[in-house]
């Protein structure tokens, strides 16, 4: 009889396939026990981060021989609360740690490494280049239903919101709301899906990070400014935010901070950053504090 | 076969030190096979059913946590209509009203199953008693092939064609149960026809050589027969469609409009369990409540899924062909 | 009133229109995603790594991602589901516990996948210390793969005929022999059409991977043979971003410039790997049915 057996193969690889994990695991240990000067350092969090630190990242390993920095997405509050439990050595995040409930900021270590500015889109059927604050408010809290009454086309407002709890959404609200309550409206996560959705969609208004405009939207002026680059280093333009990568406080490593530092260097910020569509954190004439209070640098 | 030659030989060969009575009660090699095969078998069925556990359990005490830590109202979460677990309303209590995404859900996986059933007997009936071989030949490949397209490229297509589709002919955006429906109904449709041909060909040839030979037409002994017979199976083929839809995620995000709204009919924006929960999930904090209720709509997934089983269970041990 | 031999005609032609609607639907799907993908299908596309915000970026390391993950995946995951196949098929008893382990594996299946994304990543990528890996991603696809491959197999080995059962136990073969010589042969299409589907659901699977095996592929040399070599390719403690988790960042949150034709070229590249694994699984399965079962 043949020894050749259909069962016998798979249990083997089986095996082989335990065997496997175990290695990782064991290898995963050893690299944690001497985590000071582990030369692995894994990023999490931020969705809108993640292609800067992702590009940035992977320059910094081949000029840098033998450290591996792994930038994965999840989201911002995955990102904070994986570094609040040392789980991630750095957490990327578009808000403020205090903004985010549930996380002990002073915990926590801010790097702020790039800046970016956010503006209204709207499709552009809407037939409108510029709101004033007050009306973008309205928009947003329902008092306006359409576009006819801010100047528009005669079309019904569409509002698309961005998802609860998100680093843009905390931005907008915070800079164009004050306080007051969005309207129950739809709200999507990506800001490839707004794009797509108000892009295609009659009488949509939405919000999207500068680098996601394009030509097919119809960018909104507030108080005629223009949502420029230079609108928003004097804060003339007041929807942008820092983004942060968060450490764990008293627990260094170096190969982080020289990727912090390598991430601030005039080469990254001046090159990278910009080509990107983020504003470079050194052109900053202004500061912002958590709790959104603008002051100059 | 070398097995019971060896085992032959033993037993017969005289002068051998045991008895004939000890090789006989003494277990065999064979024995000896089975023993270890069943201890493979039982090994395998264990450490699937650990994991299987240790998923559920996972989720269920997950969920519980926003009624049990956070002190949230089980009543509030089944009939409440607003949604907004970040924040409190007048009364202090946390917003977690997830009745328009329960509704929204069913709805949606209902209707889906109600359009894709007829279509999915339809191509069932075809592949089996009318065309079995130019069917098996075309659909078979096609079904396997649908299986693996990214839940993305539904919804971007959904998002491209469906969606100005309905807004051209039903008027608002476009986006809605009705937009959910049909990318759902595309998405379940080949593992439901697949699982109806299954109970299709289930049913025994005789059956219909019986039905012909009283001298009824195809159709009657389609219709009055073999369906009747595979009535359990295409049920649960059904059912099994629906509990696929409940669960998908990504293409209905894009094209359900994703909105925590109560539905007003089919053409006005909503959102499922499954669309809030993955887009929520990592703006929020473990731990936090917003981020345990978002579990607690992943339990609730999980019981829902939980009854369609026993459901397609009950069918299945009623109305099983003798 | 219209006799039998016209409600016949008519009930004909209804599933004839029935099945030609569906066949247009999904013909027009599957041509739609090839028409506007392969133009973008290029030599180029296919051996150039991804940009992150340049236009011009390819998916190969993406690609081989999927291939590999599904190499590992179905490692893991098919043992377990034959091993449980097996038993539910042959040795189960018919009682509460034995419904009770099928009820839970086919709720598995309906589990959104975000959540046994999010489970694996607490669990095997936070707990287990595998980190953001290619083997964190192939042990949660096996929780989407278990359930089906289960089912698949219980079923081809319930579906073979008892005859051939009764036939090993009478040439007094042990019934586990019974099992893998006889029984295992004859299921093994059905086994290999279970194999197909999961392949399928493995390449097509995007939210539970983002959180186990990662979305970003980091360089890796493709000269490095070593699994234990950190920028080894067949390295799978590495993380890996796949051809449809490529798809969903392209389309979510990508800048490049011709994220568009990226994610329609992928899309196109994804059917027509699926449809090669199809064939190769079909070739190779029936080379090893014609051996084990010795039909021509």
Redesign the interface.
Known sequence: MKKSSLVSAPILVAGLGLLLAGCGNSNAAKKTDNSQNQPKVTAVGSTALQPLVEQAASDFQSANKGTNVSVQGGGSGTGLSQVATGAVTIGNSDIFAEQQPGIKASKLVDHKVAVVGMAPVVNKSAGVKNLSMAQLKGIFTGKYKNWKQVGGANQKITVVNRAQGSGTRATFEGAVLEGAKAVKSQEQDSNGTVQKIVSSTPGTISYLAFSYINKKLQPVSINNVKPEDSNVVNNKWKIWSYEHMYTLKGKSNKTADKFFKYMLSDDVQNGLVQKLGYISIHDMKVQKNAKNVVTDK | ????KT?LTKMTQPGQTESIKDSLTRPTK??H??M???A??????G???L??????Y??ATKGVATFTTNHASLLDFLTKKNW?P?MLDSHGHPQIGALPMIVTSFSVTVLAALVAA??AI??A??MTE?APQKGSK??Q??I??????????YG??G??IV??VI?KFAGG???GILAGTIVLF?MI??TV?SLCV?SIKAVPLYYRSASLALG?????T??KVVLRAATPGIITAVIFGM??A?????AVQ?VI?????MPKGLIS?A?TL?SQ????????????L??NALWSL?LV??LM??V???VV?LIGKRGRIK | MINAKQSDKVATGVIYSFVGIVILILVAILGYILVVGIPHISFNFLTQPAQSFKAGGGIRDQLFNSLYLLVLTLIISFPFALGSGIYLAEYAKQNWITSTIRTAIEVLSSLPSVVVGLFGYLLFVIKFNLGFSILAGAIALTFFNLPLLTRNIEESLASVSDLQRDAGLSLGLSNWRTITRIILPAALPGIITGIILSAGRVFGEAAALIYTAGQSAPTVDYANFNPMASDSFLNPMRPAETLAVHIWKVNTEGVTPDALSISAGASAVLIIVILLFNILARWAGKRIYRRMTATR
């Not at chain 2, 009824?216 to 009657?220: D, G, N, P």
């Not at chain 2, 409940?246 to 990504?250: D, I, N, P, Q, S």
């Open positions: 076969m070398d097995d019971i085992n064979a024995t096979q089975d270890m095969g069943k493979i078998s039982y090994l395998c069925i450490m699937v059913s994991l299987v556990l240790s998923i559920l996972f989720i907004n970040g007829p279509f339809a191509v009936v075809f009318i075309i659909l490949p096609v396997e092939l649908l299986v693996g397209i990214p839940s993305v490229v971007f297509i998002l491209t969606v100005p807004r955006t476009g986006f595309v449709l080949p026809a299954d009824a037409t195809r159709w009657q389609i219709y509990a696929r409940f669960g998908e995620a990504l894009m409009g994703n909105a925590v709204i924006p959102s499954t929960l993955t887009t929520e999930i990592g703006n929020t904090t473990m731990g936090t917003p981020n992943a997934l999980l899924s939980l369609f089983n026993i269970r």
